[in-house]
């Protein structure tokens, strides 16, 4: 459930945002997985007829994207227990109600922290956001969820959740366990990815010895295991590239396009999103192998494609597709 609230956009543009961009936030939302909305938008800029279409297009895109699991197969490691190992509060400078630090993006960012800490909550915003627009659809796991799975294969199995990769955004504290079970992950043939820190602690060593020369040797000798100090979107990208593919590939890799790709009851479906406001026509390439039918929730229209279709998405539009 989410509640788009268009609060600091009534405070900083004096009303809510555009139909079309209120649909493109809308858009993100049911790609990460949002089906029930409590709704404070008054759409005060759409007609009558706009707002029946907005309506028809979310409730349609909810339908074919409920239930099932997410089939994303790279993981980001949600760095809470590093967090708190950095953070140490110091006083902000704040007026009027806003963040006036030039070390502070915003309200919604860490406020009054270390810069350790700030550094932590920056690496995992930032790329998670490179991996969001760049099409590597993933998951987020706690410490308690990588204890949980089994490393086989080359795959992190937990449940019907498989992962190829771990990405670690500047994690160096986890449960000693996790630790075990990320080294079970790379010694199956798993790759883990680890930006701007080194697995140092656990949750009762501070240094934890054993790790840091555990996943010292991994990162010096092991091709799967990538240690990126100072990391960048582009060095992230070409390390995921030299390992994996990704499910939905594009004519231009540099096009707006969001993807979110799930298992459905034994269907395939990928939701692919135009997050702009233009006009994309391109030709994509779905990794499954098979025949789809293409969902336009815009329109209630379906149709049959391969897995190789030409597609045309309006700006701030998404389309459905689901294996036959």
């Known amino acids: 459930m989410s509640e788009p609230c268009p609060i600091m956009e009534q405070f900083t543009l004096g009303d809510e945002p555009p139909v079309d961009q209120v649909m493109g936030h809308l858009n993100m939302l049911m790609a990460g997985g949002v089906t029930d909305f409590n709704n404070y938008l008054r759409l005060t800029r759409a007609t009558r007829e706009e707002k029946i279409a907005m309506n028809e297009y979310v409730g349609r895109t909810v339908m074919l994207l409920n239930g099932g699991f997410t089939q994303s197969e790279v993981g980001v490691v949600y760095p809470i227990e590093s967090l708190w190992t950095r953070f140490t509060p110091k006083p902000l400078k704040v007026w009027d109600g806003f963040f006036t630090d030039p070390d502070v993006t915003g309200w919604d960012t860490l406020a009054g922290g270390a810069p350790e800490a700030v550094m932590v909550e920056q690496t995992f915003r930032n790329s998670s956001r490179f991996m969001f627009n760049n099409r590597w659809e993933y998951s987020y796991l706690d410490s308690k969820a990588i204890i949980d799975a089994v490393a086989e294969n080359g795959e992190l199995v937990h449940g019907d959740l498989r992962w190829k990769a771990i990405v670690l955004p500047a994690v160096s504290t986890l449960?000693?366990?996790?630790?075990?079970?990320?080294?079970?992950?790379?010694?199956?043939?798993?790759?883990?990815?680890?930006?701007?820190?080194?697995?140092?602690?656990s949750e009762s060593s501070f240094p934890d010895r054993a790790v840091q020369k555990r996943f010292k040797a991994l990162f010096g000798s092991h091709e799967k295991a990538i240690y990126i100090e100072n990391w960048t979107p582009v060095i992230l990208g070409e390390a995921l590239s030299a390992h994996m593919e990704k499910s939905v590939l594009l004519e231009d890799e540099t096009l707006p396009l969001r993807i979110a790709h799930r298992n459905i009851e034994g269907k395939e479906v990928f939701y692919i999103i135009n997050d702009s406001?233009?006009?994309?026509?391109?030709?994509?390439?779905?990794?499954?192998?098979?025949?789809?039918?293409?969902?336009?929730?815009?329109?209630?229209?379906?149709?049959?494609?391969?897995?190789?279709?030409?597609?045309?998405?309006?700006p701030f539009h998404g389309k459905i597709y689901r294996s036959r």
């Open 175 to 201: 449960p000693a366990e996790a630790w075990v079970r990320l080294g079970q992950f790379v010694e199956s043939g798993g790759l883990l990815i680890a930006l701007e820190l080194l697995p140092e602690n």
């Open 277 to 314: 406001e233009e006009t994309v026509t391109t030709e994509i390439s779905l990794k499954v192998n098979r025949k789809f039918e293409e969902w336009d929730p815009a329109t209630g229209e379906v149709r049959t494609v391969t897995n190789s279709p030409e597609i045309e998405l309006l």
